[in-house]
Structure formats: C-alpha cells, structure tokens
C-alpha cells in the first residue's frame, strides 16, 4: 500500500486523473465512475446531476483540449458493460450489494474511464463544493487516498511525462525534486515551487497573518484560493481535523493574547504545543535559510533572504556558539578541535558569523559564532553526512523569526 497526492502538474497548473475523481471523492452513487461519466456526457438532468460545469481535458498534442460532451457516449456504455458482465457472472446475488461484487466494481469500474484524461483541480474543487451545497453530503475530498501500487499505477496511466506528487518522490510534501530541480534549479526548487503554488513568499513576508490564513497555510493551502477548503480536503499529509485543531489553538490564542504574530510565529506556536502541521513549510523556512549569506549575523542582525527574486526582511540572531554546535550535531572530538581551531581549517569561515577571542585583561573571552546551517552543509560535504539527518537537526532547533534555540555551550 502507498500514500500520495494524487495530483499532476501540467503547464504549471495542478491537475487530477479522471480516473481518480472516484477515489478523492467517495464514490458510493455521488462520485461513482458511471456517474463521473454520465456527468460529463450532460445526461443526468437536474436536481441530480452532478460536476455540472466541470470540463475534462486530453492532450492529443502538447496542448490540453476539452472533451466534448458528446465523446462521452463511449465510455457510459463500457461502464454499463462493465457493470452488466458481473451481473451475468453472479446471476443468484445482487451483483453490487455483496462484498466480492463491490470489490470487482471498484477495482474494475475507474479503469473504464479513459485513461491520460484530467480536469483541473480548481475546477474539480469548484463543482464539488457546489454539488454539497445542493446535495448535502459531508464526506471530505481526500487527494492522498491510501491506495495499492497497480491501482495507483493505473490511475496515473497516460501522465507519465508529468510533474506528479508521490509517496517516495522526496520531502514536504512528496514534491518530485527531479522534476523540479529542472524548472527551478538545485537550491531554488523548495522556495520556487511554494511561491509559485503557495504564494509562500508572500505569507512568510506578512507581518500579521490572521489565525485562519496561518492554519491553511500550515496544512499546505493558499487562503486566496477560494475554491480550497481545509475543513473538506484532505493533502498528503493533514486533514480536516488538523486544520480545525490548528484554527481553534491560533484563535484561542488570538482572544487572550491579541497581537500581530507573523508566519514564523504562528509555526513556532504549532511546535510548541505539538500540533499537526504539513511538513512543507518546516522544509521551506529552510530553504530560506539556506539562502542567507553567510555574514548575516554582522551589523545590526537584519538582513535579506526569500526566493525567486523577492527580499524579505528578517532578523538573524549574533549566531550559534561553538559549544551547542558540538552538542546539536553531536561532533567527534576531531570535528571539535577543528571548530575551536578555525587558523588551521579555513573551510570553516565560509559559516561562522563572528569570530571569537580570548580572554585579555579585563576583556572577556568570547566564542566562536556560527551559522549552523551554513554548518549543516559543511558537514554534507566534507563528512559525507546525510542532508536529511542535517535538515532535521536544524529543523528541530529552529524556532520564529530565524531565532535559534541557543544551549548553554560556548
């Protein structure tokens, strides 16, 4: 069995397989494929159609093009065939109504829809909401159903050459960082990928996010996408639950303690009390931090950093004193020696922020400060250690506003 959004990405916008509405939705006689295709074949009349003005979309060449409502005739008939054949096969029972009848209808029913077939998942989000407000039903769009791999290979069929999100496709969120990596670059793809889909650059540079914009965004939604309900859709990693858990914490809060609290605050809030949150924005708030330079720490501690062009402004702490390095990335002592003896190993320099000095006179020592992610990647590097294991250690350490979480070491 594997976990993942069932998703794709085609000309930049996010895409679901026809062949997967069943499963997103939950299927039973609302979203069941014969209804999927009677639906977009305009042949159920109202009260009781559904997905109304949904359009689904084919890519006979590299740009998508509707189906019309009348290629559907074909694919309403296979599912009628489908659905006669084990009819015919279980003359003596109800063919749908008993266990083993249901488990053919549903393995076998979505796969009569065309396959490399998609709508747009804005749109698909649009027409489900509206059919809840005229048919109640209070079933939640799940977009990472638990499914096996032959049936997940299935409803993925004809979109093999598209961007997809996956359950071992990489981290935060399952992005496929290959494909990503070619759009956006190397280091650029976590921070490109979320502003160009999130709007993250922006959420992160507000100065106060209300409750309600801070907890879709930690669930991974953008609060300007009207057609996006947290409190009935599922991602890959958070469901509705976690959001309203989010929400009820942040306006709890916001009630005793009114304030402006940015993004960063709202997140450190969410750790704090041990809340489930989406993992994207753990590995984002990296990869922003990553992008600061590595004297950041001098002046008066503001400095720039973001992505995809757009500067935000931040404050970074004096930095990370050599003792909680040694004790945050559990150094061997050869590692320690050579942060306190940065004369003999100048590779060093590229992550420390301030140099230390030793005690003179009435003038206290001092120690070495540094920028444990920029430390993170030495250690990468030169240690071969495993960036994951890097990126947890920072990540468990960092809290708001680029402040970290300083032991008593030196």
Same mark, same amino acid.
């Given at each position: 069995m594997s976990v993942g959004r069932l998703t794709i990405w085609i000309d930049g916008r996010e895409a679901l397989p026809l062949r997967a509405i069943p499963y997103v939705a939950g299927w039973e006689h609302l979203y069941s494929p014969d209804v999927v295709a009677e639906s977009l074949a305009r042949v159920t009349a109202a009260p009781f159609e559904k997905l109304r003005n949904l359009v689904a979309y084919h890519r006979p060449a590299s740009k998508p093009l509707p189906v019309m409502a009348g290629e559907w005739t074909a694919a309403v008939a296979e599912i009628k065939g489908f659905v006669a054949g084990l009819r015919?096969?279980?003359?003596? !029972? $109800?063919?749908?109504?008993d266990h083993a009848g249901y488990a053919a209808w549903r393995k076998g029913a979505a796969l009569k829809l065309p396959a490399g077939v998609f709508v747009w998942l804005d749109e698909f989000l649009r027409e489900r909401e509206a059919d809840r407000k005229r048919t109640p039903d209070d079933r939640p769009v799940t977009l990472a159903p638990m499914l096996d791999d032959d049936t997940r290979a299935a409803l993925l069929e004809g979109f093999e050459d598209c961007p997809r999100r996956g359950p071992d496709a990489g981290m935060a969120g399952g992005i496929d960082e290959e494909t990503v990596d070619a759009m956006f670059g190397e280091r650029e793809h976590r921070t490109g990928w979320y502003d160009a889909t999130l709007d993250a650059d922006m959420w992160f540079g507000l100065a106060s996010p209300t409750p309600r914009e801070a907890a879709m965004v930690l669930c991974q939604f953008?609060?300007?996408?009207?057609?996006?309900?947290? !409190?009935?859709? !599922?991602?890959?990693?958070?469901?509705? $639950?976690?959001? /309203?858990?989010l929400l009820r914490v942040? +306006?709890?809060? $916001? /009630?005793?303690e009114p304030k402006a609290r940015t993004l960063r605050q709202?997140?450190?809030?969410?750790? +704090?009390?041990?809340l489930k949150y989406h993992s994207w924005i753990d590995a984002y708030a990296l990869a922003r931090t990553e992008e600061l330079p590595a004297d950041s720490g001098s002046g008066d501690g503001a400095v720039k950093g973001g992505a995809g062009g757009t500067a935000a402004v931040s404050t970074l702490p004096a930095g990370i004193p050599t003792g909680t390095i040694i004790e945050w990335f559990r150094l061997t002592d050869a590692w320690a020696d050579k942060l306190k003896h940065i004369c003999r190993n100048p590779f060093l320099r590229a992550a420390l922020m301030r140099e230390g000095c030793r005690k003179s006179g009435k003038t206290p020592a001092t120690p070495h400060l540094w920028n444990p992610v920029r430390f993170a990647e030495i250690l990468i590097e030169r240690d071969g250690k495993n960036r994951r294991a890097m990126e947890a250690i920072i990540t468990h350490n960092f809290s708001a506003s680029f402040e970290f979480r300083v032991g008593n070491g030196a």
């Amino acid at each position: 069995m594997s976990v993942g959004r069932l998703t794709i990405w085609i000309d930049g916008r996010e895409a679901l397989p026809l062949r997967a509405i069943p499963y997103v939705a939950g299927w039973e006689h609302l979203y069941s494929p014969d209804v999927v295709a009677e639906s977009l074949a305009r042949v159920t009349a109202a009260p009781f159609e559904k997905l109304r003005n949904l359009v689904a979309y084919h890519r006979p060449a590299s740009k998508p093009l509707p189906v019309m409502a009348g290629e559907w005739t074909a694919a309403v008939a296979e599912i009628k065939g489908f659905v006669a054949g084990l009819r015919e096969q279980r003359p003596d !029972t $109800e063919a749908m109504d008993d266990h083993a009848g249901y488990a053919a209808w549903r393995k076998g029913a979505a796969l009569k829809l065309p396959a490399g077939v998609f709508v747009w998942l804005d749109e698909f989000l649009r027409e489900r909401e509206a059919d809840r407000k005229r048919t109640p039903d209070d079933r939640p769009v799940t977009l990472a159903p638990m499914l096996d791999d032959d049936t997940r290979a299935a409803l993925l069929e004809g979109f093999e050459d598209c961007p997809r999100r996956g359950p071992d496709a990489g981290m935060a969120g399952g992005i496929d960082e290959e494909t990503v990596d070619a759009m956006f670059g190397e280091r650029e793809h976590r921070t490109g990928w979320y502003d160009a889909t999130l709007d993250a650059d922006m959420w992160f540079g507000l100065a106060s996010p209300t409750p309600r914009e801070a907890a879709m965004v930690l669930c991974q939604f953008n609060p300007h996408d009207d057609n996006c309900d947290p !409190t009935t859709i !599922t991602t890959d990693e958070t469901g509705p $639950e976690d959001f /309203k858990r989010l929400l009820r914490v942040f +306006e709890d809060l $916001e /009630k005793v303690e009114p304030k402006a609290r940015t993004l960063r605050q709202w997140l450190a809030i969410a750790r +704090e009390k041990g809340l489930k949150y989406h993992s994207w924005i753990d590995a984002y708030a990296l990869a922003r931090t990553e992008e600061l330079p590595a004297d950041s720490g001098s002046g008066d501690g503001a400095v720039k950093g973001g992505a995809g062009g757009t500067a935000a402004v931040s404050t970074l702490p004096a930095g990370i004193p050599t003792g909680t390095i040694i004790e945050w990335f559990r150094l061997t002592d050869a590692w320690a020696d050579k942060l306190k003896h940065i004369c003999r190993n100048p590779f060093l320099r590229a992550a420390l922020m301030r140099e230390g000095c030793r005690k003179s006179g009435k003038t206290p020592a001092t120690p070495h400060l540094w920028n444990p992610v920029r430390f993170a990647e030495i250690l990468i590097e030169r240690d071969g250690k495993n960036r994951r294991a890097m990126e947890a250690i920072i990540t468990h350490n960092f809290s708001a506003s680029f402040e970290f979480r300083v032991g008593n070491g030196a």
